[in-house]
Each structure stands twice: as C-alpha cells, then as structure tokens.
C-alpha cells in the first residue's frame, strides 16, 4: 500500500500525540504542554475554489500536533471595514464551513468584533472578506475569537481528574505567571494533550510553545 501524505501526517501526529501524552503521566497528570495560536483560516471546499480555482487542493506544509489537522502552504487575506490581514496561514484539512480564528486586537485592526466561541459554534459570528489569488469570499458570519480550551485523549482526562464540557483554570509559572480561568476540556480519542491560547494570551503569562501550565480546578 503506498501512503499518501495526509496518511504519513496523521502517523507522525499520533505518534507525537502519543509521545506527549506518555511524557505528561510520568512527571505530573496536571501538566499540559502549551500549543500557541496565531490567527489562522479553515476552509470549506466550496470557498477553497472560490479562492484558489476549481479543482484546487490545499498543499500540506506541515503536520500539527493534533492528529489529522496540518498547517497549508496557502495563505489568504482578511479584509474588514477599517483595515486587512495579509498572509493569513489555511489549517488543513477542509471543513463542512469556513472558519477564521482570529485575537481581539486583529479584530480592532480589521474593525469587526468577533465574539469568543468554541470551535464550531458560529451563528451570528463576525463576517468580512476574504481575498485569495484567484477571487473573494464575502462571509456573513464565521469570524470568531477561539476560546481558550485544552485538548485530551481520554486517557489524559482520566489521570488529570477532568472530563469533556468541564471548565477548569489553568496556572503559568514564570516572571509573568498567573492563572487563566474558564479553559474548556474538550476530550476525544482523535486529541493530543494541548492547551490552546492565542498570541495575546501567550504574551501576557510570558508563554511559547510546548511550555507547561498546570490544571488547577480551584
């Protein structure tokens, strides 16, 4: 059998997703390595051609940590009533709606207010333009400000003491250390332990990738 590349990204997100997991439960079940989030686009099939050309795919420039889901080589641009984003990385692979991802200050920038929503909870989101090589996309909605959330294999959520839906606080070490409260668990076979944050959040407790914050559920 010859592999595809979404086939080898998904072995080498897994095993990560393993390696991860396996390093977190030998030195503390609390401790969960921090993936940080810039602003970023996913893609329906229908917008991919209407930006790209038909027939178009997205070209996978590197696998993610979470299993399946890779960074493309494609970028967009965001258009808003009083500014734009240029070179807006596509997350792979394509989604049944498209999906912006963006920080509250993106939002000033583009003048539009994104509220804060879970992945996938898009009624009566932000809308804007979106500009690729080969046409535009106007979105009435689908703009949103990802809440901070902690991805799990259940196996992890046995050993922190969580499960799916709950909302726990998290807390950061460090010069500028302090705890994020209401980080949502979102807890499926598919997940590689990783708390998400977007770029602000990051910056305010002094984080980067792959650093340790600790559940604490008080």
Same mark, same amino acid.
């Given at each position: 059998?010859?592999? /595809?590349?979404?086939?080898?990204?998904?072995?080498?997100?897994?095993? @990560?997703?393993?390696?991860?997991?396996?390093?977190?439960?030998?030195?503390?079940?609390? @401790?969960?390595?921090?993936? =940080?989030?810039?602003?970023?686009?996913?893609?329906?099939? !229908?917008?991919?051609?209407?930006?790209?050309?038909?027939?178009?795919?997205? /070209?996978?420039?590197?696998?993610?940590?979470?299993? +399946?889901?890779?960074?493309?080589? !494609? %970028?967009?641009?965001? #258009?808003?009533?009083?500014?734009?984003?240029?070179?807006?990385?596509? @997350?792979?692979?394509?989604?049944?709606? %498209?999906?912006?991802? &963006?920080?509250?200050?993106?939002?000033?920038?583009?003048?539009?207010?994104?509220?804060?929503?879970?992945?996938?909870?898009?009624? !009566?989101?932000?809308?804007?333009?979106?500009? +690729?090589?080969?046409? /535009?996309?106007?979105?009435?909605?689908?703009? &949103? =400000?990802?809440?901070?959330?902690?991805?799990?294999?259940?196996?992890?959520? #046995?050993?922190?003491? =969580?499960?799916? +839906?709950?909302?726990?606080?998290?807390?950061?070490?460090?010069?500028?250390?302090?705890?994020?409260?209401?980080?949502?668990?979102?807890?499926? !076979?598919?997940?590689?332990?990783?708390?998400?944050?977007?770029? $602000? $959040?990051?910056?305010? @407790?002094?984080?980067?990738?792959?650093?340790?914050?600790?559940?604490?559920?008080?």
């Amino acid at each position: 059998m010859q592999l /595809t590349e979404q086939m080898i990204d998904k072995v080498v997100a897994d095993i @990560l997703a393993k390696a991860t997991s396996s390093a977190a439960s030998k030195s503390d079940p609390a @401790l969960v390595p921090v993936g =940080v989030s810039n602003r970023h686009i996913h893609l329906s099939r !229908e917008d991919m051609e209407m930006l790209f050309g038909p027939g178009q795919n997205l /070209t996978r420039m590197k696998a993610m940590k979470q299993p +399946g889901q890779y960074a493309a080589e !494609e %970028t967009v641009t965001l #258009k808003g009533p009083k500014g734009e984003l240029r070179r807006v990385r596509v @997350l792979g692979p394509f989604r049944k709606e %498209t999906q912006i991802e &963006i920080s509250v200050s993106d939002g000033f920038a583009l003048g539009i207010k994104a509220p804060m929503r879970m992945s996938g909870d898009l009624d !009566e989101s932000a809308g804007l333009e979106i500009v +690729g090589p080969l046409g /535009t996309v106007k979105l009435e909605q689908g703009v &949103i =400000v990802a809440q901070r959330h902690i991805h799990m294999h259940p196996d992890d959520a #046995k050993k922190a003491g =969580v499960c799916n +839906g709950e909302i726990v606080s998290v807390e950061a070490q460090g010069p500028r250390g302090g705890i994020l409260k209401n980080v949502a668990v979102r807890v499926s !076979e598919a997940s590689a332990l990783e708390i998400h944050i977007d770029v $602000e $959040e990051a910056n305010a @407790l002094g984080l980067k990738n792959n650093d340790q914050v600790r559940i604490c559920k008080s």
